[in-house]
């Protein structure tokens, strides 16, 4: 496959359900290979954008393209090629884990049993359990493994940790995402929905941030850390009045100031330097903070 084809392309797209919009003109592009984050809060349509890009949901207007193709038209070759995590995850409540694993690897082309064994293991999960016996964790972890075990070049996961405890949560994170993009490098896609924005900060390559349907920021991971910086500066004294209407945000405590900067740290830093403060720090913010930024008033 071209590498000049992106695995996700999203233009216009707007989907309302009723009256209610819940997508409004939404462009999105993920290039192969990359672990791309949609974050945003609940009711930002982050699932529903999910759901066009998997023909579950058909647009109101706009394209979808998953490896250039329509989902609409060509769904069983675009499915082939992807798996999904739901935010809701189900299975037939009478099967067993063991079955339920049998049943669907028996619609894909490719199962890594080593894979599975190994992640049956670390979730502890029991084989012989019934489906409607496994708590909310229980039952995201068996969806995890239907979809990292086909080894396909599309992952799209829906929150696929928010069932997880912590630990479990984090092993998954840094271990089988870390693994299934080591698989087949430059090849292998990753598209996370995820309130837990922390956990992913060392695998997310470029995100973009969702609100009311909207795409409020698009950007490079490392080229957002370089842009939003945390300025703090202590004084001897109260700190001076400076015109710091560059910062994004400034909070004053006592005598310290902490400045949100989106670009211009440099000019920012010459200014405070300017007033002698006993310290002066800057730091890159992490994506939580960039995306808690963001979303400020």
Known sequence: MSTSVPAIEIEHLQYAYGRAEAVHDMNLRVQSGRCYGLFGRNGAGKTTTMKCLLNLLRPRSGSVRVFGMDPNKQEVEVKRRLAYVPDQVAFYPWMSVRETLDYLASFRANWNRKTEADLIERFRLDPSARADSLSKGQRTQVALIAAVCPETELLILDEPTSGLDPIVRREFIETVIGAYQEGDPGNRTILVSTHLISEFEGLIDEFTIMDAGRNVLTRDADQARDRYQKIRARFAGTPPNLDLSAAMSVRRDGRE???????????????????????????ALTLEEIFVAALQP
């Open 257 to 283: 100031l902490e400045l949100i900067a989106n670009g211009g740290s440099a000019d920012l830093m010459k200014r405070l330097e300017q007033h002698h403060p006993e310290s002066l720090t800057v730091e």
